[in-house]
């Protein structure tokens, strides 16, 4: 086995194909997962123009490519999954069978700890040492979008009923209801972008975009291209007024959930819900397997997802003073963190606490 480093733009066109062939290909082994958009080659190059750092270690088994692994690393050899706190899905892209030693992957990589907070099932040599894993639901639409309104229907009767209910009446209300799945007006994008930030602070969350180079990576990946990448605006209209939008990524067979949000003033429609399962019709006639909705306690994902994958977070660390140090500051506040999500009487106080601070911040920015 032979591992390379290489800077995202030095990469031949033979290893971008042959990274895409991997995930193509990874399907058919059982493997989908692998096949996510953020495990592309497209989303690392993207995020290369934005974070310094970002190195793609190249395998190669015979002459063969074996495997991909894309990171940032510091100049310390502190290392994180690419796009760490953006990205919902981070993992070695490789084709079956492979096996590695998490720790040789360090060292030919320079690196003193890897971290990661949404690693792919199925990576046994780095989910050794990860530090708890989570669910992270997908909506199932390769038999057809009926056949997955059938299941919904059967599995949460009301909710379905409902979602369908508010769609009509918004329809009647605001005038006829149109769905856009591939939005190109840069435009709406930044319609998109501000209710985001605006629901960012009225729930007390960060605001993402708020970060410069967060908005600008979106941006980019909105442009990118490919046959087999693309950035997603998918947009809900009545009228011609847009109510609800999402930005996500697509593979051949995959779309990732990324940024959803609406216009408050359409709330009572439950315009977002509407907007998913919309999404999920026009996928499914696109050739999409899932959505991945992505990791994270929301109600609205356990209404509309038919199954859960397994995500996991931690960090692979060699012996190493950085590795001390970095594990030292890092493992109390994941561990403060999950702890607050996973016990409910902890954190729905925090959750409302939260929102009070959000609605007393934003009544001052007005």
């Not at 800077?7 to 062939?21: E, K, M, N, Q, S």
């Not at 005038?175 to 930044?190: F, I, N, S, T």
């Not at 291209?225 to 930005?247: C, N, Q």
């Not at 594990?327 to 729905?348: D, G, I």
Request: hydrophobic share 40%; with cysteine.
């Amino acid at each position: 086995m032979n591992i390379t480093v290489h800077r995202p733009g030095d990469l031949t066109a033979a290893d971008r194909v042959a990274w895409t062939a991997l995930q193509s290909k990874s399907h058919l082994d059982g493997a989908t997962e692998l096949a996510n958009p953020f495990l592309s080659p497209e989303f690392a190059l993207a995020t290369a123009h934005e974070r310094r750092g970002v190195r793609i270690a190249v395998v190669r088994e015979d002459g063969e490519h074996a495997a991909f692994l894309p990171f940032q690393r510091s100049t310390t050899g502190v290392g994180r999954a690419i796009g760490l706190g953006v990205s919902d899905c981070q993992g070695l892209v490789h084709r079956p069978g492979f096996d590695w030693d998490a720790r040789e992957f360090l060292r030919a990589c320079g690196l003193a700890v890897w971290e990661f907070d949404h690693l792919v099932g199925g990576q046994t040599p780095f989910e050794a040492s990860a530090s708890g894993s989570f669910p992270s639901p997908v909506m199932d639409i390769d038999r057809g979008y009926e056949a997955y309104l059938n299941q919904l229907r059967l599995q949460s009767p009301k909710f379905t009923r409902s979602t369908l209910a508010k769609e009509r009446r918004l329809g009647r209300d605001h005038g006829a209801v149109r769905y856009v799945h591939d939005e190109r007006d840069p435009r709406v994008l930044a319609t998109l972008m501000g209710w985001k930030s605006a629901q960012y602070r009225r729930t007390g969350r960060s605001d993402r975009f708020a970060h410069p180079w967060i908005a600008r990576l979106v941006r980019r990946l909105f442009h990118t291209r490919t046959d087999s990448f693309a950035g997603i605006l998918s947009v809900l209209y009545a009228g011609d007024v847009p109510v609800a939008a999402h930005f996500g990524l697509r593979s051949e067979r995959i779309l990732a959930c990324w940024f959803p949000a609406y216009d408050p003033a359409f709330s009572k429609y439950s315009p977002g819900l509407v907007l998913h399962l919309r999404m999920a019709e026009a996928a499914a006639s696109d050739g999409i397997a899932h959505l991945d909705l992505g990791r994270g306690q929301k109600s609205y994902k356990d209404s509309l997802k038919t199954r859960e994958v397994t995500v996991s977070e931690g960090w692979v660390a060699l012996r190493h003073p950085v590795a001390f140090g970095h594990l030292a500051r890092r493992a109390p506040v994941r561990a403060l963190r999950n702890t607050v999500q996973s016990r409910p009487e902890l954190f729905e106080p925090a959750d409302k606490l939260l929102k009070h601070m959000g609605r007393i911040r934003s009544r001052g920015q007005n």
